[in-house]
C-alpha cells in the first residue's frame, strides 16, 4: 500500500502538482437490527480504495477510485491534476496552505473488547433480550434494537513529506420503542434516539449500556405517552437533558464554528454561519458558564483520532470560553485566514470523499450544577426535556426549534407529569445566554452523533459531542397548532 | 465490467440449496464546486459496489463489497453465508421478486454526452454562472456535477435487470452585498440541457430583489410556495405519507382510501417518465410502476418493496432499497399534477401573504400529523394587495402538510423538475398557492444578537 502512495505522489507532481496527498482506506462495517423479534437486517460490508488530492497552480484538484494498483494510482492522480487544472478556469486567489510540519507514525484507537471478535451469536443475545423487554410493555406497538461496529485501516501520505498510519474503531448500539393509536405516534428511545451511541472504542460501551435493564421502561413510556397531556405553549424555564444538549451543541455551535461555512464555502448547501471573522475573541456567545471545546483527544469520542486527513495532529482546542466565541473549527486552507494554524479537523467521510471541516467532539464542558435530580431540585417551575425527536435551525445558525420525545414538568423541584410532543425554539446566542446552570463532571457523557451531513457531494460524517443536563431561562415552548 | 455478470458471478458461488439475490451498482461520478466565485472544490469518483443477499431455511444475510475479483466475490459470498447460518430464521420471509418474462436492460435517461462530461465542461459552467454573478454585483456559489450510473440485479429466480442512467445538475446561490441571497437550480438527464446563462440569471434576479429585508411578525399567512419549496415539501411526504411500511405501521399522516388533501391535488411517482430522471428499477431488480399515490386528494395507492408487499399481499411496485431495507419503500420519482392559473398570477387575489421560494433544514415534527417545520431560505417576499411588495427575513415554519394541501386554492399551469439536496428525490412539480400556512418564528437580524 506504501508503493501505491508514492507512485501516486510521483504521478501528480510530475504532472504538475505543487502538492499531493493520497489516502488509502480500507473500510468494515457490521450492522443488526432486530424488529419485533425478528432479525430484520443483518449486513456485513467492506469498501477499500484510495484518493489523490492536489493543488496545481493553486487551485484543487480531487480524485478517487476502487482500484487499489499502481496504474490505476497513476491513472487517478493524472486525473486529480487535470481536475485542478480546470479549476483555475474559474479564476480566483490562489490556495495557499498553513505551514503544519508533516508528520508521521501511528494512531489506534483503544480499546479493551474488538467489536469484529464478538460473535454474531452474542450480539444477538443482547439484541433479543433488549427485544424481549421492550415486549414487555402492554400496548407497544413496534420495538426496534440496533447495533453497528466500524473499523477503518487509514495510511496517509503527502508531498512534504507526511507518512501516517491508523487504525479506527468505533461500534454502538440503541433499542427504540413505538406506540401508535389512531391519533399519535411516540417514541421512547435508550441511550439516544438518532442511531443510538455509539462510541470510538470496543464492545465494553455497549455490554455497559444493560440495554435489556432500559426496555421496558422506554416501552412503558412510549405507551403512556399517547395519553399525556400535549405540551404547553409559552415561555418557560427548560432544562434539557444531556443528549439533547449534546445535539444543541451540534447545531448551535457545532456547524457554526466550521471555518469553511463562516467563509461562504458551504452556502450552497448547508448554508453559512453568523458566527463571521470579524466576530472572532469579541463575541459573546452565551453565558459565562458556557464553556465548548473540539476536543479531538478525548476518550471514546466518535471524533477522536490521530490525525486528521490533512496529517494534522488531534488536538484540544476551545471554541466558546466563558461565554465568549474564540475558535474555529479549521482546515490547512481555511486556518490561514484568521491568522492560525489549523487545529485539525479537515476530515473525509470515506476514501471516495474530499476531506471537509468536520466536528471532532465539541463539547459542553460541565459546570457546577451537580446531577440531574439536583438541578430539577434547583427548579421550581420549568419542563425537564429529553431524548432529541426533530431538529431544525436556519441557514445562518440562529434561528432552531427541536423536538424532544418526552418533557416532564417541574413544580416545586420535582417532576409533576409527563407531556407530549415538546419543542421549544430560540435564537442561538440568546439562548445560551440564558443558560443559568450546567450539571457536573458526574452528568457529563460522550455522546457520538454517527449521521452528520455535509457537503456537495454529501458526506455523513461520526462527530462526538461532550455534554452533561443544563437549564435554560425564558425559553420559548410548545410551538405550532396542535 | 459488466455489471450484471458481475452479480451473476457472485450467485454462481453460492452453495445448492441457498438463493440470492446480487445487486452492484457501478457509478462514475463528478462535482464541481464554487464559492466566492472560484471554484474551491473539484472532485471525481469512481466505484462499484456489489451487494449479496442470501438465503437459506428462511435465514438471510448481506454482504457487501467493492473487492469484484474472483477471490472477492468468493469472499463476500462466504461472508453473506456465515451471517446467514448464525442468523435467526424468519418464519415467513418475501419471497426473491419473480422475473418479469425477460430479462430487463433500459437505458431510459442514459446521454452519452453527460456520461462522458469532463472537468472543462463543469468548470465553464461554473464560470458562467459566476459571470452572471458578478455582472450584477454579486458573490456566486454553488456545484455543477455530472453523474452516471448503472443499476444491475440478478438473483436466483431468474431475474436479471438493470438500467443505467446520467444525471447532470447546477444549482447556486448568490449573495448580495448585504448578504441577500437567490438561488437557482436545473436538473437534466442531459447535461445539453443544462443553462448556466438562465440558472445564473434566475438566481441573480431573485437575489437582487432580496435586498434590505424587513421584519415581519410570525403568524398565519397566505402562501406562493415555489416549486423548489413544493418539491421539499413532497420530498417529506415520501417518508410521511407514500411508503408501504409507514401505512401498515399506522405511523403514516394519510389513510389509504380516505380523502388526504384537496381534491385539485394529485400526486404519483413513476421511475419510468422521461420527464423525470428515471429509475427503471429499484434495488430488488423490480421494474417500477407508476403509483397513482394521491388521486384528486384521495390517498390512492402507496410504494412497496419486497417485504410490504408480501405482508400486504399485494404486488412489489419497484421501490425497493438496497438490502438489508429497515426503513421501507420509497417514491423518488415523484410528480405533482400541474394545474390551470398562470404561474405569474398566483400571488392575485392574496391580499396580504407571503410568497417562499425555498425551505431550508426541513424536518418532521409528528409524523402521523404530517407536520414539518423548516426555515425560509434564498428569498422570501411579502405580497400585499396581489403583488410582491418587498421581502421580508426569513421565518420558520410549523405546519401540518395535510391540513396546508387541503387549503391549495391555485395550481400554477407550468411544472419544472427539481432534484433534492439530500435524499436524491426528483420531483417535477409547479408552484402552488396555500390559503394559510402557519409561520411559528422569524430569523433575528444580526446586527441585532
Request: glycine share 10%; charged share 20%; proline share 5%.
Amino acid at each position: 500500500m506504501n508503493d501505491l502512495i508514492e507512485c501516486a505522489i510521483d504521478a501528480a507532481t510530475g504532472s504538475g502538482a505543487a502538492y499531493a496527498d493520497v489516502r488509502i482506506v480500507e473500510h468494515q462495517a457490521e450492522s443488526l437490527t432486530v424488529k419485533n423479534g425478528s432479525l430484520a437486517a443483518a449486513s456485513s460490508e467492506r469498501s477499500a480504495g484510495f484518493a489523490v488530492r492536489v493543488l496545481v497552480d493553486g487551485a484543487w484538484g480531487f480524485a478517487s477510485s476502487q482500484d487499489l494498483d499502481r496504474d490505476a494510482s497513476q491513472r487517478v492522480a493524472r486525473h486529480a491534476v487535470a481536475i485542478a487544472r480546470a479549476s483555475r478556469l474559474a479564476g480566483g486567489p490562489a490556495v495557499a496552505l498553513d505551514d503544519t510540519p508533516p508528520a508521521a507514525g501511528h494512531w489506534s484507537t483503544p480499546y479493551v473488547e474488538d467489536p469484529f471478535a464478538v460473535s454474531l451469536e452474542e450480539k444477538l443475545r443482547i439484541l433479543f433480550e433488549a427485544d424481549a423487554a421492550m415486549a414487555r410493555a402492554r400496548g407497544i406497538t413496534l420495538r426496534e434494537a440496533t447495533m453497528e461496529a466500524a473499523r477503518e485501516r487509514k495510511l496517509f501520505g503527502s508531498s512534504e513529506g507526511a507518512r501516517l498510519e491508523q487504525d479506527l474503531v468505533s461500534c454502538g448500539a440503541g433499542i427504540v420503542a413505538t406506540a401508535v393509536n389512531d391519533q399519535e405516534t411516540q417514541e421512547r428511545s435508550y441511550p439516544k434516539s438518532l442511531g443510538g451511541q455509539v462510541v470510538g472504542g470496543g464492545f465494553e460501551a455497549i455490554r455497559d449500556m444493560d440495554l435489556s435493564g432500559h426496555g421496558q421502561r422506554i416501552a412503558e413510556e412510549a405507551v403512556a405517552l399517547l395519553d399525556a397531556p400535549q405540551c404547553p405553549s409559552g415561555e418557560m424555564t427548560v432544562i434539557l437533558e444531556a443528549s439533547q444538549v449534546a445535539i444543541q451543541v451540534h447545531e448551535s455551535c457545532g456547524h457554526p464554528t466550521e471555518l469553511d461555512r463562516a467563509l461562504g464555502m458551504e452556502a450552497s448547501f448547508a448554508g453559512t454561519s453568523f458566527l463571521t471573522v470579524d466576530r472572532l475573541d469579541r463575541f459573546r456567545y452565551g453565558s459565562d458558564i458556557v464553556n465548548i471545546d473540539a476536543d479531538a483527544t478525548a476518550p471514546g469520542g466518535l471524533g477522536t483520532f490521530g490525525w486528521d486527513d490533512e496529517g494534522v495532529s488531534a488536538q484540544n482546542v476551545p471554541l466558546v470560553s466563558g461565554g465568549q466565541f474564540v475558535g474555529y473549527l479549521t482546515s490547512r486552507e481555511t486556518a490561514p485566514v484568521i491568522n492560525r494554524r489549523s487545529m485539525g479537523s479537515s476530515r473525509a467521510a470515506s476514501w471516495r470523499n474530499l476531506p471537509l471541516i468536520r466536528m471532532t467532539n465539541v463539547s459542553l464542558r460541565p459546570g457546577e450544577a451537580g446531577s440531574l435530580d439536583d438541578l430539577i431540585a434547583d427548579t421550581d417551575e420549568g419542563i425537564l426535556l429529553g431524548t432529541n425527536r426533530s431538529w431544525s435551525i436556519d441557514e445562518r445558525r440562529l434561528n432552531f426549534q427541536f423536538g424532544t420525545q418526552v418533557g416532564w414538568l417541574i413544580r416545586k423541584g420535582k417532576l409533576a407529569g409527563m407531556v407530549r410532543n415538546p419543542t421549544y425554539t430560540g435564537i442561538t446566542p440568546r439562548f445560551w445566554g440564558s443558560c443559568d446552570a450546567i450539571c457536573g463532571p458526574g452528568a457529563w457523557t460522550q455522546w457520538g452523533e454517527p449521521y452528520c451531513g455535509k457537503g456537495e457531494p454529501m458526506q455523513t460524517a461520526s462527530v462526538g459531542h461532550g455534554a452533561a443536563p443544563a437549564r435554560f431561562r425564558n425559553v420559548q415552548v410548545g410551538v405550532g397548532q396542535w | 465490467m459488466v455489471g450484471r455478470d458481475v452479480a451473476a458471478a457472485a450467485l454462481a458461488r453460492l452453495e445448492p440449496g441457498y438463493e440470492g439475490e446480487a445487486s452492484i451498482i457501478q457509478r462514475h461520478a463528478a462535482l464541481t464546486r464554487f464559492a466566492g466565485s472560484r471554484i474551491h472544490q473539484n472532485v471525481a469518483e469512481e466505484d462499484a459496489t456489489l451487494r449479496v443477499r442470501i438465503r437459506h431455511n428462511g435465514r438471510t444475510g448481506v454482504a457487501v463489497t467493492n473487492r469484484l475479483s474472483p477471490a472477492g466475490l468468493e469472499e463476500v459470498v462466504a461472508r453473506a453465508a456465515l451471517i446467514a447460518a448464525h442468523a435467526a430464521a424468519e418464519a415467513d420471509p418475501p419471497p426473491l421478486a419473480e422475473p418479469p418474462g425477460e430479462s430487463v436492460d433500459s437505458d431510459l435517461g442514459w446521454i452519452e454526452a453527460t456520461a462522458a462530461a469532463d472537468p472543462g465542461a463543469r468548470a465553464a459552467g461554473a464560470r458562467t454562472v459566476i459571470d452572471a454573478g458578478v455582472a450584477c454585483g454579486l458573490t456566486a456559489s454553488g456545484a455543477f456535477s455530472t453523474e452516471a450510473q448503472q443499476r444491475s440485479v440478478v438473483n436466483t429466480g431468474g431475474l436479471v435487470a438493470s438500467h443505467r442512467v446520467t444525471q447532470a445538475k447546477l444549482v447556486t446561490v448568490m449573495h448580495g452585498p448585504a448578504g441577500e441571497t437567490g438561488y437557482a437550480q436545473s436538473i437534466s438527464t442531459d447535461l445539453s440541457k443544462i443553462d448556466a446563462e438562465a440558472v445564473g440569471e434566475e438566481a441573480a434576479e431573485w437575489t437582487a430583489r432580496a435586498a434590505d429585508p424587513t421584519d415581519l411578525a410570525p403568524g398565519e399567512y397566505p402562501v406562493v410556495l415555489g416549486e423548489y419549496a413544493v418539491a421539499e415539501i413532497l420530498e417529506y411526504l415520501a417518508f410521511m405519507a407514500f411508503s408501504g411500511l409507514a401505512i401498515e405501521e399506522g405511523r403514516a399522516c394519510v389513510e389509504l382510501g380516505q380523502p388526504a388533501f384537496g381534491s385539485n391535488v394529485t400526486i404519483w411517482d413513476d421511475g419510468q417518465d422521461p420527464a423525470g430522471v428515471p429509475t427503471a428499477i429499484d434495488f430488488e431488480g423490480v421494474t417500477k410502476q407508476r403509483v397513482d399515490l394521491i388521486s384528486q386528494g384521495l390517498a390512492r395507492q402507496t410504494a412497496h418493496d419486497g417485504a410490504t408487499a408480501h405482508r400486504a399481499g399485494v404486488p412489489r411496485t419497484g421501490h425497493g432499497l438496497p438490502a438489508p431495507n429497515t426503513f421501507g419503500p420509497l417514491c423518488w420519482n415523484l410528480f405533482m399534477a400541474a394545474g390551470d392559473t398562470p404561474r405569474s398570477s398566483l400571488t392575485q387575489g392574496v391580499e396580504r401573504g407571503l410568497l417562499v421560494t425555498r425551505f431550508h433544514y426541513v424536518n418532521i415534527v409528528h409524523p402521523k400529523k404530517g407536520i414539518l417545520t423548516g426555515m425560509t431560505r434564498d428569498g422570501t417576499f411579502l405580497i400585499e394587495n396581489g403583488a410582491v411588495a418587498g421581502p421580508v427575513r426569513n421565518l420558520r415554519f410549523t405546519q401540518s402538510i395535510p391540513d396546508a394541501f387541503s387549503r391549495i386554492s391555485a395550481i400554477a399551469a407550468e411544472s419544472r423538475l427539481v432534484g433534492a439536496d439530500y435524499t436524491g428525490i426528483v420531483s417535477r412539480v409547479p408552484a402552488v398557492r396555500i390559503d394559510g400556512w402557519n409561520f411559528t418564528g422569524a430569523t433575528a437580524n444580526e446586527a441585532n444578537v
